[in-house]
């Protein structure tokens, strides 16, 4: 039993000398490798150490982005709400020019309505002044004729008249043909009287115009029988027309007329003017005057009567 015992006792050293170098070799290893897989080991806490400073550095582009995106997403949001603001504001813009074009319109039919009543206006005024310029030459023409044949009345009155006062002249004519020379010569002497009564002391002092008497009222020649046989150019003289002596005063017949004197004749003229001077009668200063050409520039006032 003994040698049993001892050979494993020296199996037992043997393994022991194998295994103690082999355990310290192990050991040395293990210790040369320990710091490596120290270095390991902090290797990895450092790649975790670092690694929340390269997912940092990686999620600050994507925050960027992020950021970015959402500041596009604002900027498109603004740009839409500008697109909707600029539309409302087109649409608002073309709704008011529809509407100024509407009121346009309304104006242009306004200004059209106004042009027709106008026009209108215009017709019915001219259709009124036509027929006012009717109704006016009518009433002429019809003045004219009633003046016409007035006139013609006037005339034809003168005309009989002119011939009875030529009749009376032929008989008077006649009559003083028949005369015996006193009574012609007494006639013809009270005539020169009569006249001579109407004669002026200081005619300057005497006479008045029709001014100064208040204005002439009496009988007012038709303008067309003035016109044919009165004024400057239309003399005549008074022996050769029908003379009267009412209240020892002169009147005289001329025209179709009675002609009285209201002035004495001035004192200066001749004695025997009324039988061998032209005069003439005129309408002045709202009054009748007598002119002898001889004496132009003395007037002698005359009222007028149709007998």
């Given at each position: ?104 319109q ?7 309505q ?12 001219k ?35 002119e ?26 002497h ?65 025209g ?23 005069v ?28």
């Open positions: 039993m003994k040698p049993v015992g001892l050979i494993s006792t020296g199996v037992l050293v043997l393994l022991l000398g194998v295994v103690a170098p082999m355990f310290a070799l192990q050991e040395q290893r293990q210790e040369e490798a320990k710091p490596q897989k120290q270095e390991q080991q902090a290797k990895p806490q450092k790649q975790q150490e670092a690694k929340p400073q390269k997912q940092e550095q990686q999620a600050k582009p994507a925050r960027q982005e992020q950021q970015q995106a959402k500041g596009q997403q604002q900027q498109q949001k603004q740009q839409q709400q500008a697109r909707g603001q600029q539309q409302q504001q087109d649409k608002a813009a073309k709704q008011q020019e529809q509407q100024q074009a509407k009121g346009q309304q104006q242009q039919k306004q200004q059209q106004a042009r027709g009543q106008q026009q209108q206006q215009d017709k019915a005024a259709q009124q002044e036509q027929q006012q310029t009717k109704g006016r030459q009518e009433q002429q023409q019809k003045q004219q004729q009633q003046a016409r044949g007035q006139q013609q009345q006037q005339d034809k009155a003168a005309k009989q008249q011939q009875q006062q030529t009749k009376g002249r032929q008989e008077q004519y006649e009559q003083a043909a028949n005369r015996t020379p006193q009574e012609q010569h007494r006639e013809a009270e005539q020169r009287s009569a006249w001579q009564g109407d004669r002026a002391h200081s005619w300057k002092t005497e006479h008045r115009t029709w001014q100064q008497r208040g204005g002439y009222i009496g009988y007012r020649i038709p303008e067309e029988r003035y016109n044919g046989y009165f004024g400057e150019s239309h003399g005549f003289r008074i022996y050769s027309q029908p003379v009267v002596f009412v209240g020892g005063s002169p009147r005289f017949q001329y179709g007329f009675w002609f009285g004197f209201v002035d004495p004749w001035p004192e200066y003229w001749s004695d025997d003017w009324y039988d061998n001077d032209d003439y009668v005129v309408y002045s200063d709202d009054g009748y005057y007598m002119y002898d050409r001889r004496y132009p520039r003395d007037r002698i006032a005359i009222s007028v009567s149709l007998n």
